[in-house]
């Protein structure tokens, strides 16, 4: 079925929308973002265009391929175009109200029967979104992995109302027409992934925020000592403070576990503005 997938909608063109975008127009799909104005259309049309440079400028693509994949984008403010969709992924911001009103839009605009719509939440249960929608059955999570054009992984979430048949279409889409792995897990806060890696963040947090050691220490050990790319402040800074603090907002409402607490310097951090790279400070300072 997902050889039939060949219109995709993304709403929201921040880092993973518009990387979502970006791997899909790779593919050859033809792609349209959704933002909410025009000044956010055109961020969203130069993150694409940015990351297409990135990958020809480290040969992972010819010009050409950038180029018609930029083509084949098209970016729009309004919601109503991506009524002939066969598939729309949701990347708007990781907060319920937001997504919830995306999902009950999107079911009355997008035509087609067979599409399917996924959200690419993190954390916020696939099910309540599904029951925003009259069809339950073909809402799914369909979770990329930040800088999306690089990492391959792609968790697939049912809800206790997704069928088979949209189980099966978003996993082909995934791995024939994305070349992405596939991971399936339950509908539960942080499915296998973000379960795992939040109280990892969330530590070395506590960690610097208690004098144990500094960021520049608590990063080069992980680097250093355990051959991970970057260190978990870098990264907590790389997804973006307050995504990480909404995250772990959701795995604590669902699990109660104090290994999910935010700790207090994360909420001042995100309460002042100081998401990581995106606004240029975090943890550490970007240019
Ligand atoms: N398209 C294709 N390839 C690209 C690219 C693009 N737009 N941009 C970079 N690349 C490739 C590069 O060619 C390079 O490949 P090779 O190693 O084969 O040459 C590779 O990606 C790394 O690129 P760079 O050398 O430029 O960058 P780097 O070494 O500084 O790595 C990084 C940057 C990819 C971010 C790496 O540090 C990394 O993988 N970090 C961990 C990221 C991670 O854990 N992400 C998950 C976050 S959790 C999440 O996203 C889920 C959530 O819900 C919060």
């Known amino acids: 079925m997902s050889r039939g997938i060949r219109r995709v909608g993304v709403v929201g063109g921040g880092q993973m929308g518009a990387g979502i975008a970006e791997v899909c127009a790779r593919a050859g799909l ?40 930029l083509a084949r984008t098209t970016f729009t403010r309004s919601l109503e175009d991506l009524a002939d969709r066969q598939l729309v992924v949701e990347a708007v911001v990781e907060n319920a109200d937001a997504k919830t ?17 996924a959200t690419n939440t993190s954390s916020l249960p696939v099910t309540r979104l599904g029951m925003t929608t009259r069809r339950a059955d073909r ?38 027409s994305l070349g992405k792995t596939v991971i399936r897990s339950q509908d539960r806060a942080g499915f296998v992934v973000n379960a795992l890696l939040i109280p990892y963040l969330l530590s070395a947090i506590r ?3 208690s004098g144990f050691a500094s960021v520049a220490d608590v990063d080069a050990g992980m680097e250093r000592g355990c051959a991970h790319p970057m260190g978990p402040l870098k990264l ?40 990581g790279r995106k606004t240029g400070r975090g943890f550490h300072v970007y240019d």
């Open 30 to 69: 033809d792609t349209i973002v959704c933002e909410v104005d025009a000044e956010a259309a055109r961020a969203a049309r130069e993150r694409v265009e940015a990351s297409l440079d990135r990958a020809v400028r480290h040969g992972k693509l010819d010009r050409a391929a950038a180029q018609d994949a």
């Open 101 to 117: 009103e995306v999902f009950a839009a999107l079911d009355k605009i997008v035509e087609d029967p067979e599409a399917v719509l």
């Open 139 to 176: 809402v799914i999570g369909l979770h990329f992995f930040n800088p999306v054009p690089v990492l391959p992984l792609v968790e697939v979430v049912a809800s206790l109302h997704t069928s088979a048949r949209t189980v099966d279409a978003v996993t082909d889409f995934a791995t024939r």
């Open 207 to 209: 960690m610097t925020e």
């Open 236 to 275: 907590a800074d790389l997804i973006g403070l307050d995504t990480v603090a909404s995250i772990a907002e959701s795995l604590y409402d669902e699990f109660k576990e104090p290994l999910y607490a935010s700790p207090p310097l994360l909420q001042r951090m995100v309460e002042a503005g100081l998401l």
